[in-house]
């Protein structure tokens, strides 16, 4: 029974590692439909997936490029999966193309500055028995040095786009989609494009239209890509008055996503008036990514004079988290000397979250006493 059942285990091992290659199908090299515009490339993976009866499902796929910070990425629906260690530039290109291959999880602060051209795929999932002049089920989009699922459906690759011609095919499938996430997902990639108008308009329509929340919320935090005060002031208005809640503190987010002086300024006055619990906490821990003596300081005032307990510790916890200053100190003299109890509880909480030596002698200390 043992030798049975290690004899299966292996053959099961072997055939995973056999697993043949995820198929791409291309445009032949030299064909002049290579450079011709995406809605042409697009009717040629209509015939291409007709005439090879991709039966089992398909994607059909093209890329943008785009400007982006060299560890930085984006990425909506890419598999991870295990079975599968190739990235899709592996994948399209072989593996002797490595340009931007993710190492690691998180992002590294000191590359923000660095920027690199990369290519971001965009693709299209037909389901099974389906042709491309139907409704995708599904829309994915990442950078090409991301793992993709290499044991699915073949790939119909249409080669790089421009920006204007990826935005208008994103914007007609979203017009023709009933899917909430099929729709928000587009509203994402839509935000990873260069500025464009088409692109704006529809951001704009969902936000102040009658569409589903979840989407409104996407919306809103999508338009602050757009850093411009015409934006910045629609985001504003949005944050202070928008219907739904959700919506309103995900417009904060939005306005968080710009990095001019007025956004700051529009986040100060969210945190300090804003009649809504969760714009004002949104805002406050929006702050912490400024490091801007006016973000520092009306962090500081609401920690030491607002009467909402919850939103003081959410300020504290964004001072602690702004790279200007050292927040040890201030800390130590919250944790020994802040009137309220709660806030100083939470001080002692965040001393103990770090390794710094001054943190765990402050710390000794008050146990002392």
């Known amino acids: 029974m043992c030798l049975r059942l290690f004899f299966t285990l292996n ?12 198929e791409v199908i291309r445009i032949p090299a030299g064909d002049p439909l290579s450079q011709a515009s995406l809605a042409d490339r697009w009717t040629w993976a209509q015939k291409e997936a007709r ?21 930085s990425f984006f990425n909506t629906h890419f598999s991870e999966s295990r079975q599968s260690p190739k990235t899709l530039e592996e994948i399209l290109y072989g593996t002797d193309r490595q340009s931007h291959r993710r190492t690691r999880d998180h992002f590294d602060p000191s590359e923000r500055y660095r920027r690199v051209q990369k290519d971001i ?40 786009v421009s920006h204007e011609e990826s935005v208008t095919l994103l914007v007609t499938h979203y017009d023709n989609s009933s899917s909430i996430d099929f729709k928000s997902t587009i509203l994402g990639i839509l935000s990873w494009h260069e500025r464009s108008t088409k692109a ?17 919320k996407k919306a809103a935090l999508f338009l602050g890509e757009f850093d411009d005060n015409v ?33 700051v300024d529009v986040l100060v006055k969210l945190a300090k008036n804003s009649k809504r619990d969760g714009v004002r906490k949104k805002a406050v821990h929006s702050l912490s ?7 520092v ?21 964004a001072l602690s988290r702004i790279k200007k200053d050292d927040p040890i100190p201030q800390l130590i003299s919250l944790a ?6 709660e806030v100083r509880k939470y001080a002692i909480y965040l001393l103990g979250q770090s390794k710094d030596e001054r943190a765990l002698d402050a710390l000794i200390d008050l146990v002392k006493k």
């Open 231 to 263: 934006t910045l002031e629609l985001l504003q208005q949005a944050a202070e008055s928008d219907r739904s809640s959700a919506v309103a503190e995900n417009a904060v987010l939005g306005i968080s996503r710009m990095e001019s002086e007025s956004a």
């Open 336 to 341: 020994r000397s802040h009137t309220n109890s």
């Open 297 to 317: 300081s009306t962090l500081q005032d609401i920690v030491y004079n607002d009467k909402d307990v919850e939103l003081q510790k959410q300020a504290l916890y």
């Open 200 to 216: 704006y308009e529809l951001l704009t329509k969902v936000l102040n239209g009658p569409d589903a929340e979840d989407l409104r």
């Open 289 to 295: 990514r400024f490091a801007s003596e006016k973000a």
């Open 51 to 71: 005439q090879r009866k991709l039966q089992q499902g398909f994607w059909v796929g093209f890329s943008v490029g785009r400007l982006m910070e060299e560890g």
């Open 11 to 22: 053959v099961v091992v072997l055939s995973l590692l056999k697993l043949p290659a995820q």
């Open 121 to 160: 795929a965009i693709l299209f999932r037909f389901q099974p028995h389906a042709d491309v002049s139907r409704k995708p089920e599904k829309v994915s989009a990442g950078t090409i040095g991301l793992s993709f699922d290499a044991l699915e459906y073949p790939i119909v690759w249409l080669g790089g």
